[in-house]
T-cell receptor, first 114, second 115 residues
């Protein structure tokens, strides 16, 4: 299957700072990328969908000003958690698809806000 | 709304045992159904999928049949191996969507297989 890479795999940041997570499709052009969040022992929750060159579509209850998503190219989407707080600590996972095809997932990023 | 319910884990089996992980979904729209697997330290990988009622998805000895009458998509394997130890997620496409990327996941089931 296709390869999607996330960076970093884990990050620790101080409260009030911002942190950026990258999601790259390494061997295909991803017209659509998806960002999920996973709380401990819970399922993945879709946060937003981003299409290359356009604004992301956020799921209900997700603060778009807090979770900034940019999909500037067909191989890269970024999620920036702004003014992070301890409650933002979570596992963030991206996926990427070409057209409406099956999505391929990154390995996830563990964010810890202290 | 859309939801997926998986059997609670963790599931612990001996090698060569039969595996069933139950999954049921809400019957909104005409979803496609998936099983994803997450090995330790890795991202989710698509294990198998089924796009319409009565379809059977299969891969690596795993099977699941799309049962519309029972809104189920149970995962089965006849003989598990230690290397199957992982977290398994059942998922469905969101109602009204045409993309395989917008998914609703179950909570995941941890499978541990002992030699």
């Amino acid at each position: 299957g296709a390869v999607v890479s996330q960076h970093p795999s884990w990050v620790i940041c101080k409260s009030g700072t911002s942190v950026k997570i990258e999601c790259r499709s390494l061997d295909f052009q991803a017209t659509t990328m998806f960002w999920y969040r996973q709380f401990p022992k819970q399922s993945l929750m879709l946060m937003a969908t981003s299409n290359e060159g356009s604004k992301a579509t956020y799921e209900q209850g997700v603060e778009k000003d807090k979770f900034l998503i940019n999909h500037a190219s067909l191989t890269l989407s970024t999620l920036t958690v702004t003014s992070a707080h301890p409650e933002d600590s979570s596992f963030y996972i991206c996926s990427a698809s070409r057209g409406q095809g099956v999505a391929f997932f990154g390995q996830g990023t563990r964010l810890t806000v202290v | 709304g859309d939801s997926v319910t998986q059997m609670e884990g963790p599931v612990t089996l001996s090698e060569e045992a039969f595996l069933t992980i139950n999954c049921t979904y809400t019957a909104t729209g005409y979803p496609s159904l998936f099983w994803y697997v997450q090995y330790p330290g890795e991202g989710l990988q698509l294990l198998l999928k089924a796009t319409k009622a009565d379809d059977k998805g299969s891969n690596k000895g795993f099977e699941a049949t799309y049962r519309k009458e029972t809104t189920s998509f149970h995962l089965e394997k006849g003989s598990v191996q230690v290397s199957d130890s992982a977290v398994y997620f059942c998922a469905r496409t969101n109602a009204g969507g045409t993309s395989y990327g917008k998914l609703t996941f179950g909570q995941g089931t941890i499978l541990t297989v002992h030699p």
